[in-house]
């Protein structure tokens, strides 16, 4: 897939308190959400785990990740969301997608909604 972005904005479960609003890469090769750790420290997002990824050029790190509320194009799901490096790219996983009925334009390189989730 050729380079997407889409501005996102980011709450705490609550939607309490401040948002985290950037240009998120879409990643169909990522299964989840990524924002740089001290932005979601920042919102109040609470740490709730670790979660192992292989990254891009094979390499296995382990992540900490939490909750929160993304929203993006009119349409709002909670996710997990992976505390990332400070200089990390925002990504915005498949998971997501899926979950809010987005697919990705092979030839336009944008984000379509479906008119209705499969559900078969």
């Not at 750790?37 to 740490?47: A, P």
């Not at 505390?83 to 790219?89: C, H, L, R, T, V």
């Amino acid at each position: 897939m050729g380079i997407t972005h889409v501005t996102t904005q980011i709450f705490n479960l609550n939607k309490t308190g401040e948002l985290y609003e950037s240009e998120f890469l879409v990643d169909t090769g990522s299964i989840d959400c990524m924002a740089p750790e001290h932005e979601l420290q920042r919102i109040n997002i609470k740490k709730e785990g670790k979660s192992v990824y292989e990254l891009a050029n094979g390499r296995i790190v382990e992540y900490e990740l939490g909750f929160g509320r993304i929203c993006f194009l009119g349409q709002e799901t909670v996710s997990q969301i992976i505390f990332g490096p400070k200089d990390a790219e925002p990504i915005l996983g498949v998971v997501v997608l899926e979950n809010l009925g987005f697919v990705v334009d092979p030839i336009t390189k944008t984000l379509k909604k479906l008119a209705a989730k499969p559900l078969k």
